[in-house]
Nanobody, 113 residues
Framework: QVQLVESGGGLVQTGGSLRLSCVAS????????MSWYRQAPGKERELVAT????????NYSDSVKGRFTISRDNAKVTLYLQMNSLKPEDTAVYYC??????WGQGTQVTVSS
């Protein structure tokens, strides 16, 4: 079955850290560029970070640059998002994405002030 399964979300205080994981199955993971998106309540889904198929070509949104790190382990078919110095405005559901149409179920990140 072709799917993405995220984990690692939770409740954290301002300034804290979380690491999200996304395990892929049913397709050749290292053939694809992968991304993390997020969607806050009442807002559109936005791109957070992308990574090339072998870990190069990394890009971040301006809102997370310098605080978040995207990475992948192709041997473990897993995508990661290390989130440091979290802010209340980072509160959202975070989604793993394989372009263009494969999405995970999402994992909730809540940052308390």
């Amino acid at each position: 079955q072709v799917q993405l399964v995220e984990s690692g979300g939770g409740l954290v205080q301002t300034g804290g850290s979380l690491r999200l994981s996304c395990v892929a199955s049913g397709f050749t993971f290292n053939n694809y560029r992968m991304s993390w998106y997020r969607q806050a309540p009442g807002k559109e889904r936005e791109l957070v970070a992308t990574i090339g198929s072998y870990g190069g070509s990394i890009n971040y949104s301006d809102s997370v640059k310098g605080r978040f790190t995207i990475s992948r382990d192709n041997a473990k078919v897993t995508l990661y998002l290390q989130m440091n110095s979290l802010k209340p405005e980072d509160t959202a559901v975070y989604y793993c994405n394989r372009p263009l149409t494969l999405w995970g179920q999402g994992t909730q990140v809540t940052v308390s002030s």
